[in-house]
């Protein structure tokens, strides 16, 4: 499984943001999905995760409410829409792949889970 991130950049605080992440090769409609981001000196952080049914999210507490993860089994794409952005939100963002298997309602939060990775996007939210 491939990935390739892309629509990251530089905004300002309370802007929004959509970053994608298209996948290719394996069974993507099978594959649990998740953004993770990690910012300088830090360590890789979960940020929104999604089962490869579509039908089941989870996010990390400090994006609850603001960030929104979606996907499209047809174009073989994962997105993270992001609206109120902080300064703390800048980081580079990576997007995940599980192929499992597991049932349509799994949901992986743990960045040791994932299989896959893509090279990342960059956010920089201004202040």
């Known amino acids: 499984v491939q990935l390739v991130e892309s629509g990251g950049g530089l905004v300002q605080a309370g802007d929004s943001l959509r970053i994608s992440c298209a996948a290719s090769?394996?069974?993507?409609?099978?594959?649990?999905m998740g953004w993770f981001r990690q910012a300088p000196g830090k360590e890789r952080e979960f940020v929104a995760a999604?089962?490869?049914?579509?039908?089941?999210?989870n996010y990390a507490d400090s994006v609850k409410g603001r960030f929104t993860i979606s996907r499209d089994n047809v174009k073989n794409t994962v997105s993270l829409q992001m609206y109120s952005l902080k300064p703390e939100d800048t980081a580079v963002y990576y997007c995940?792949?599980?192929?499992?298997?597991?049932?349509?309602?799994?949901?992986?939060?743990?960045?040791?889970?994932?299989?896959?990775w893509g090279q990342g996007t960059q956010v920089t939210v201004s202040s």
């Open positions: 999604i089962s490869w049914s579509g039908g089941n999210t």
């Open positions: 995940a792949a599980d192929e499992g298997p597991f049932p349509a309602s799994t949901i992986i939060s743990r960045a040791r889970s994932y299989d896959y």
């Open positions: 090769g394996g069974t993507f409609s099978r594959t649990a």
